[in-house]
Every structure is written in C-alpha cells, then in structure tokens.
C-alpha cells in the first residue's frame, strides 16, 4: 500500500533552518508530482510546495517564496523541502502528500516549531 513517512522536523530558532524529508513507497513514485502541506492548530491545512514528476516545475505559496526549496530524488522515492530564514509562522504540522488516480495520501506529519 502507499506510504508516506517524514522526518526532519523538530524546533528551531527565528532565522534558523531545517530540511524536512518524505520517503515514498507502495507506488511509482517517479510519475507522480509531490506535494508540501502544513497546517497549524485551528486553521485550515494549505499548500506550502509542490514540484512535478520529473522535477522541472515546482511552485510555492506566497508566505515562503524565496524561503523553501522543493526538490526531489526519484532514485531514492524521497522529497525533500529546505526551509531557511525560518519565521514564527511557520510554525506547523508539515504532511507530504501524493494525489494517486485522484485520490489523496499523507504522510503521518512532522512538527515544525519555530521559536527563541
């Protein structure tokens, strides 16, 4: 079945950077565009980075352009988001994220914190 297992989070200070892995199985991983969502206590879950199959094309949110970097190594079914110059606002549940033939599958999520 497909599985999506992160790593990478963990408490940092303002400024500060962290790089949060995704390592996929259970699929073709190299076919599929991956994506980066985060969701903090009471708001909604939204879309921080995804990046196409090949690796080509990558977009962000606005709140982290010029901050994340989207990448991913289809010979080891990982993706990866760089985060640096880490804000109080990033502070988050971070959840990889497939969509396979429609369907949506998350990663169990990683707690990023970002505090002095």
């Known amino acids: 079945q497909v599985q999506l297992v992160e790593s990478g989070g963990g408490l940092v200070q303002p400024v500060g950077s962290l790089r949060l892995s995704c390592t996929a199985s259970?699929?073709?991983?190299?076919?599929?565009?991956m994506n980066w969502y985060r969701q903090a206590p009471g708001k909604e879950r939204e879309l921080v980075a995804g990046?196409?199959?090949?690796?080509?094309?990558?977009n962000y949110a606005d709140s982290v352009k010029g901050r994340f970097t989207i990448s991913r190594d289809n010979a080891k079914n990982t993706v990866y988001l760089q985060m640096n110059s880490l804000k109080s606002e990033d502070t988050a549940v971070y959840y990889c994220?497939?969509?396979?033939?429609?369907?949506?599958?998350w990663g169990q999520g990683t707690q990023v914190t970002v505090s002095s």
């Open positions: 990046i196409s199959s090949v690796g080509g094309m990558t």
């Open positions: 259970g699929f073709t991983f190299s076919i599929y565009g």
């Open positions: 994220n497939a969509k396979i033939f429609n369907i949506d599958y």
